[in-house]
């Protein structure tokens, strides 16, 4: 594998489903980030981890849990989502957290919210 | 202030055209200035990158032009190819914050 992976690449739950999704980067860089992309609007920016750390979380709703056990791994729960939730949830990675270095995006997971 | 307006929405060019796409923002602190590019199925990529200390940088066939004074930068993809048929994203931030992205412009070459 290389570059930045994501699974599933898609995912339909219910309303009362838990589910998670997993990205993993295999780029040996030290800041992950989830981002949300619905259609016709810009990337919504959800969380930023560095080094582990979350360092900024976007006034995301607690229906939303990432998780970060290491640098290359991060992971977003998901538990009793609306469907307005239905989106691309993108994962990325850069060298450092600051937002010029270059993101290094995975594929996505395309999640539709019954 | 810190949102990046992109237009077209969608764009249509002959192969061998030149492709604009336009962004204006209004953060003056903004200092880097990429743009992204998507194609179906897989998660936007960086294609080219500026910052405001230059008018313009070139890439290949990719240029981005920019306008400090009108808080404006645009990407031109010059002879255009079927193979850029993809959605482009500009975005901008300053230094250690978030990227603010624009819209989207889904380009289409047609043969």
């Known amino acids: 594998e290389t570059g930045v992976t994501q699974t599933p690449r898609h995912l339909v739950m219910g309303m009362t489903n838990k589910k998670s999704l997993k990205c993993e980067q295999h780029l040996g860089h030290n800041a992950m980030y989830w981002y949300k992309q619905s259609a016709k609007k810009p990337l919504e920016l959800m969380f930023v981890?560095?080094?582990?750390?979350?360092?900024e979380n976007n006034s995301v709703p607690s229906r939303f849990s990432p998780e970060c056990p290491n640098s290359s791994h991060l992971f977003l729960h998901l538990h009793t989502l609306q469907p307005e939730d239905s989106a691309l949830y993108l994962c990325?990675?850069?060298?450092?957290?600051?937002?010029?270095?270059?993101?290094?995006f995975g594929p996505g997971t395309r999640l539709t919210v019954l | 202030q810190q949102q990046v307006k992109q237009s077209p929405q969608s764009l249509i060019v002959q192969k061998g055209g030149i492709s604009i796409i336009n962004c204006a923002y209004e953060n003056t602190a903004f200092d880097y200035f990429p743009w992204y590019q998507q194609f179906p199925g897989k998660g936007p990529a960086l294609l080219i990158a500026?910052?405001?200390?230059?008018s313009e940088k070139k890439e290949g066939r990719f240029t981005i032009s920019f306008n400090k004074s009108a808080k404006q930068f645009s990407l031109h993809i010059m002879d255009s190819q079927p193979g850029d048929s993809a959605t482009y994203f500009c975005?901008?931030?300053?230094?250690?914050?978030?990227?603010?992205f624009g819209e989207g412009t889904q380009l289409t070459v047609n043969p």
């Open positions: 990325a990675s850069s060298r450092l957290a600051g937002f010029d270095n270059e993101q290094f």
């Open positions: 500026i910052r405001p200390d230059v």
């Open positions: 975005a901008a931030s300053t230094s250690g914050s978030r990227l603010t």
């Open positions: 981890y560095n080094f582990k750390e979350q360092t």
